[in-house]
Each structure stands twice: as structure tokens, then as C-alpha cells.
């Protein structure tokens, strides 16, 4: 597995792990963490596949404009993977304060530029 594969399976982790803890009552938050590291283990290179499939290639660059009102307002259900789960962060994401949301952002930001650099190598070799 690549440098950049095992940073952004750590920084997926760390992701949920952190919404969880924002959200210590949300058993769907916990159960996906759970998830999220199970899969990681059966198929490091799964969650990044996906990601990239699924939130980089359609929206890399509304987040990394950081476009709040594209997160809020849409409606993920006809491309996401895990719909539920995407409903449960902006749920979450809609309650917090601007340094919460910041840091949300922070780690979406990275995650896409990692599964770029990661699939960019892929293709390049």
C-alpha cells in the first residue's frame, strides 16, 4: 500500500472517528467507524476506491472551494454510496459552529487531494 493510500485510510478514520465524538449519541456515527475499519482491514484500497469514485470525481472542485451551500442543499441520494451516511453528516455538519465546520472541511479538502494523488500515480505509471 502507498504512502499516500495509508495517509488517507488514517485521515478517513480519524474523519469519522472525530464526527463521532461531535455526535457521541449517534449510533449510526459509531457503527460506521466500526464499519469504515473492518473494510479498511478486508480491502485497504476499498474506502479510497470509493471515495474517489463517488465524492472526488463528481464534486472535487465545490470542495475545495469549500461551496457550504452545495454540501447543505444537496441532495446526495442519486450518487452516493451510503446515502444514510451522508444525510447523517450533513445533519451533523448543520449543527456546528464555523471552527467545527472548518475543520469538517479541512479533512474533506485532504481526502480529495489524496485520493487525486493516489489515483494520479496509479494512472501516471
Known amino acids: ?33 466500526v464499519a469504515l475499519r473492518g473494510l479498511m482491514l478486508a480491502s485497504p484500497d476499498a474506502a479510497l476506491r470509493t471515495f474517489y469514485t463517488e465524492v472526488t470525481t463528481p464534486y472535487a472542485e465545490r470542495i475545495l472551494a469549500r461551496d457550504e451551500a452545495f454540501f447543505l442543499e444537496r441532495d446526495y441520494a442519486d450518487t452516493a ?36 494523488k493516489v489515483f494520479e500515480a496509479t494512472t501516471a505509471a
Open 1 to 33: 500500500m502507498s504512502t499516500a493510500q495509508d495517509k488517507f485510510n488514517k485521515t478517513f478514520v480519524e474523519f469519522v472517528d472525530d464526527l463521532s465524538a461531535a455526535q457521541p449519541d449517534s449510533l449510526e456515527l459509531r457503527m460506521y467507524a
Open 81 to 116: 454510496a451510503d446515502a444514510e451516511l451522508v444525510g447523517k453528516i450533513k445533519e451533523v455538519y448543520a449543527g456546528m459552529g464555523a471552527a467545527d465546520r472548518d475543520v469538517v472541511c479541512k479533512y474533506m479538502r485532504m481526502l480529495v487531494l489524496l485520493s487525486r
